[in-house]
C-alpha cells in the first residue's frame, strides 16, 4: 500500500514494487488510503507525511487503534528530516523513516529488511504456540489415559456389595480429581488470553511487542484451545458412566442441559464447593439448585436426592 500526494514519487514506487512482484494499491490523500489499508490489511503500507487531508501521523495513529488490518510493517516517506519529527514517527509506531529523495535500492532495502524481521517474530509466535499446544495435548493425553485406564474398573454395582461400592467411590473420586485438573489447566489458559487481552490496552506497548500478543491471541483463538468447563466435566462423567444420561433424559424428558450436568455431578460425589467451583456460583445457589432439581424430579423436602440418583444409575424405578 503506498500513500503519497506527488504523482511523481507515487509512480516511481509503484513501478519498483510491480518490477519486484508485489501488488501494489496506491492513494493519493490519507482518508482513502486509510479506507484502502482498512479493506485490504496490505503487507507493508509506505506513507507520505505530508498529505493534504489527513497526515501521515494521523493515518498510522487510526490504523494502530485496535485495526487488525495493520498486519505489517508500516514505513514512512518523508522530505522531513528534524529529529522530532523522526522521534514522534517512532513512537506512533512507525517500522522506519524513508528520507526523500531515496533509491529504489533503499527503498527494497527498508521493506525486505522490515519483512524479513517481521517474519522473524512471526516464527517466533508460532513455535510459543506450538508449545503451548503441546503442553496442553500432552496434559490431555494424560488425563484421558488415566480416565481411559480407572474407567475399566468402574461398573455397575449392587447395594449389598460393600466392596465393590467402595471400590467404585474411589474410582469417582479420581475421575473427580481428573477432571478438575482438566478445569485447572483449561481456566490457566484463560487466563493466558485475559492477560494477552490486559496488555493489549496499554497504550505505552510497543508496536513489535503488540504484533506478537495479537497474532498470540489469534492463534489461541483460531485452534480453539479454550473449552467451557461444564463440557469438560461431561465428557469425562460419559466415559464412566456411558448409560447414566440416557436413562435420566428418558424418564425426565424436560431437564435442560444445565441440570443433566448438575445431576451427574451429584452422582459422581461432587460436594457442594465442588459444585460451586464447576458452575462457578456460590455454595447459597448449589443448594437453591438442588432444591429446584428436586423438585422437577418429583422429589419430596424429605427424599435423599443422593439416594436417588444412585438408585436410578443401577437401575432402581423407585428410589
Known sequence: MVIEDDEVVLEFVSEILRNENFKVITASVGIRGL???????????????????????????????????????????????????????????????LPKPFSGKELLEAIYSRLLKYSSIESKTDQKVKEIENQLNNKTQTIHNEVDKNGSFISPVSSKNEMLEKQLKEKEMELVKETFNAIETNNTLLDLRNEINRALKNPGLKKQSKQILTDLKRKTKKNT????????????????????????TTRFSGLTQYEIVFISAHLMGLNTMQLSDLFCISDDSVRKSRYRVKKKLGLQKEDDFFSFIHALNIGKEEP
Open 35 to 97: 479506507e484502502l489499508a482498512i479493506e485490504n490489511c496490505p503487507e507493508v503500507i509506505l506513507c507520505d507525511i505530508r498529505l493534504p487531508d489527513m497526515d501521515g501521523y494521523e493515518v498510522l495513529k487510526q490504523l494502530s487503534g485496535g485495526n487488525s488490518c495493520l498486519r505489517g510493517p508500516f514505513i514512512f516517506m518523508t522530505a522531513l528530516r528534524e529529529r522530532e519529527d523522526y522521534r514522534k514517527a517512532m513512537e506512533l509506531g512507525a517500522d522506519d523513516y
Open 225 to 248: 484451545l479454550l473449552w467451557n468447563n461444564q463440557t469438560i466435566f461431561q465428557l469425562k462423567f460419559n466415559q464412566a458412566y456411558p448409560n447414566f444420561i440416557s436413562k435420566l
